[in-house]
């Protein structure tokens, strides 16, 4: 006869499907032991850049029973973002396709408030959060943990069933559920992503040094972009996919279900002349609603021009 975690877990699992979700795993709450010395020195040696956030709450980063007081397991979701489609002019300045449609915090805290909804009217009274990219939950790691996949030389969640474009968050309950099993890694001796990235941000497989990478540079900077990488942007404006496209097991995926993640109607048809001359009204009309609105116009431009070659 199966225990209560198991068949909660079960449950949990088909609601999370129910609702769009790509995969879902659960694993025991705790203290993340391994992450820890790999999280302090990727601090120490200045990886994260100007990212200071990064540095708060360390302790929380590691340990989701000081974000959920009694947390007893983490529930890792996964949801599918891959779009197919491309930008219609190959000059034009790329956008990473998790940023075309909807900002992917407000889909996804939707979904997730509704299965913790589910959680508490199916099994009863239950403590917990949701959090999607925007609190310290050291998502990679849970996800890995639970199964859903192994974290690659990209540093990237990568499964065999669907590549890696998709999102992942988190419920933390103090629920006991029957916990998940990590999966193998499955990267061999392939070196796809350390070969395509254009900054060299990959120092070394499995590690990335943040403060190189585009999409640091695109989005999280706030100061002049570093002339040293003038020309090495690969026409990014927001975000990169680079490491991303060449990874073989990209091939597994398939375009997502969820329309708030379609793009603006003329996100993908503007010319590269058309983001040169970006005005402030474009810029509300096509990125309504979108994550690419974290750079606000001045960003975005900043990051247009220093895309222009040197005359």
């Known amino acids: 006869m199966k225990s209560a975690a198991t068949k909660n877990a079960q449950w949990i699992k088909e609601q999370a499907l129910a609702l769009g979700f790509l995969s879902c795993g659960i694993s025991k709450a705790g203290f993340l032991e391994e992450e820890a010395p790999r999280l302090e020195h990727w601090l120490n040696t200045n990886q994260h850049g100007e990212m200071r956030y990064m540095e708060n709450h360390f302790d929380k980063r590691l340990d989701p029973t000081l974000l959920v007081p009694g947390a007893k397991s983490v529930v890792s979701l996964t949801l599918n973002y891959y779009n197919p489609e491309k930008q219609t002019d190959p000059k034009a300045p790329k956008i990473s396709q998790y940023a075309y449609g909807k900002d992917y915090h407000f889909v996804i805290k939707d979904k997730l408030k509704e299965l913790l909804s589910r959680i508490n009217d199916q099994i009863g009274a239950v403590d917990g959060r949701v959090f999607v990219d925007s609190a310290p939950v050291m998502d990679k790691a849970w996800a890995a943990k639970a199964g859903l996949g192994w974290i690659g030389k990209n540093s990237n969640l990568l499964s065999k069933q669907v590549g890696s474009f998709f999102f992942i968050a988190e419920l933390i309950l103090d629920l006991e559920l029957e916990p998940d099993h990590p999966v193998t890694d499955h990267c061999g001796s392939c070196t ?109 431009t900043r990051n247009i021009e220093f895309l222009k070659p040197i005359k």
């Not at 070394?204 to 999280?220: L, R």
């Open 192 to 300: 796809a992503c350390i070969d395509a990235c254009p900054t060299d941000a990959i120092t070394n497989p499995y590690q990335v040094d943040g403060s190189k990478c585009i999409s640091y540079f695109t989005i999280e900077l706030k100061d002049a972009l570093p002339t040293e990488f003038k020309g090495k942007m690969d026409d990014w404006m927001f975000g990169c996919d680079v490491c991303q496209d060449v990874c073989p097991w990209n091939k597994f995926s398939k375009p997502h279900e969820e329309p708030l993640f379609n793009p603006h109607p003329e996100l993908l048809q503007m010319t590269s002349n058309d983001w040169s001359e970006l005005t402030a009204e474009i810029f509300q009309k096509v990125f309504k609603d979108s994550a690419v609105k974290r750079t606000k116009l001045e960003g975005l």
